[in-house]
């Protein structure tokens, strides 16, 4: 059950430690300590022990529904589900106060804000001081992965909202599971949260990835503070990967099985609102006979090498954190009825049946919505959703999870897609050369920014392997990383590169999309097992026409001629925005990379 000290200061909390620490974890020093030492700065009015318990959930949903911090919706048509509404000025990442706190500035790189340790610690503990008087301070022990995995890690995240309590309940697996699996070591993600005043020129969001620490402040929005997600699973794992021997990717994890249960696992990387939680929670449409799409994760995924010389990867998280604007029952099925229960919902819209809503879950909007902040919807003048509105759910409702989700060796790897999201350029699909031009591909992939982050929406940016926001340490060194880990496999995945969003001169996408991107990754499944043809063009390999199954889709053959294009003239103006690229990380560049870039632009003019 919950640890719950109440009616003492936060000294006597300390003092006491039978009464502050669970029985189980009295003897792991260096926990007491960590905890000791946040509540000496916060003085917190309670000190709360979270188990992840059904108890413990009905009594934190309770109070969050008596402050107003949830609100119920329809119980019948969505049961055990509540919105949450933040504030107006707190709805996304916030990159630009998002530091690397590395102790050497070159060790943060050129994409990174960087800060020194100790200067911006006290800047932080300035802020944490008194932070968490008159509320409750929250001990939330969670573990990453499947119970008993030696691939698993343990954070433990200190905060004052309830919020975050209940959304890390869904996305880790929270309380004695952590506790068993971390003992007395000492080897744990720290993570300090504190709502603070929601003020933007307070708000910070640190990693100091040489202590395994994450310092967040200012902000209850859910990447900036369910710190188990991208600080802890992308920025702060990606430097232990770097370290040990693996790699941290932002990536989806999917099983495809074929009418003839021949099983091939691929996973993916695609920048926020790219349809990555789509194609993660894939249904094959009826077309599609025999051919089953198994999700095992549709963000994060960790790769470490097994004993038969392959890349094999486990999912950290135990929910989904996805986007809602674009949701529906056509681009997304699987996730309609995952959501349906045990959800909460952020900044979308109610309907007048108290049921939640965004734009693109119907053709049209019901009547009367209320919108994200609470008001009466004014359709054509704003949003009734915000764009970055999202839900968060557990991962195994989710009709097509996979049998080989809590597995602790985790999934072989064959292939891994890069998708950018272009208007133009670059082809449905196409496949890298080798190993070391599949991470080029990836390193210089572009993709337009959307309302996940904060700044211009439609604006295209160099997006390294979707990980430029969360790679914890030198870009140009990440970069190095890849291409030594796939020199240590006997067997690396196959690289591709895919494009939903090419569009016709009228703008148009000249893909259907959704429940279809199964016809392209049937072609990656063929050429993974040496089917399926392609012809060679200067940036790889591109399906022929016949290669692709279009049977049933009304796709012209001067479209299909237009998704597969390589416009020579096209890549050259692009080539002299990598070639810029490549001279902002510096130095540290791999000379690999730059032979690719030659490579390219030979071909491009040969």
Known sequence: MTKDVTESTSDEYINAKNRVFPVAILTNFALEKFVEDVAKITRPDRIVWCDGSDDEYKALKDKMLKDGTLIEINQAKYPNCYLHRSDPNDVARTEHLTFICSKKQDDAGPTNNWAPPEEMKTKLNALYNGSMKGRTMYVIPYLMGPEGSPYSQVGIEITDSPYVVANMRIMTKMGKKALDQLGESSNFVKGI?????????????????????????GSGYGGNALLSKKCHSLRIASVMARDEGWMAEHQLILGLESPDRELTYISGAFPSASGKTNLAMLKPPETQKGWKAWTLGDDI???HIGQDGRFWAINPESGLFGVAPGTNMKTNPNAIETLKRNSIFTNVALTSEGTPWWEGMTDNPPENLIDWQ?????????????????????????????????????????????????AQLTPLVYESFNWVHGVF?????????????????????????????????HIADYFRHWIEMGSKVTNPPKIFHVNWFRTDSKGRFLWPGFSENIRVLKWIVDRINGRGEAVKTPIGYVPTPDSLDLEGLDISSDALEEMLRVDTDAWLSELEELKEFFISLGDKLPRELRRELDNLESRLKG
């Open 193 to 217: 949260h504190s709502i603070g005043d929601l003020s933007p020129d307070r708000r910070y969001i640190c990693q100091f990835p040489e202590e395994h620490l994450i310092m967040s402040v």
């Open 441 to 473: 591909v990836g390193a210089t992939m572009g993709a337009e920014t959307t309302a996940a982050a904060v700044g211009k929406v439609g604006v295209v940016r160099r997006d390294p392997m979707a990980m430029r926001p969360f790679c914890g340490y």
């Open 301 to 303: 995924a960790w790769f």
């Open 374 to 422: 609470g008001r009466p919807w004014n359709p054509g003048k704003t949003k009734a959703a915000h764009p970055n509105s999202r839900f968060t759910t557990p991962i195994n409702q989710i009709p097509s999870i996979s049998p080989k989700f809590n597995d602790p060796q985790g999934v072989p790897i064959s292939a891994m897609m890069f998708g950018g999201r272009r």
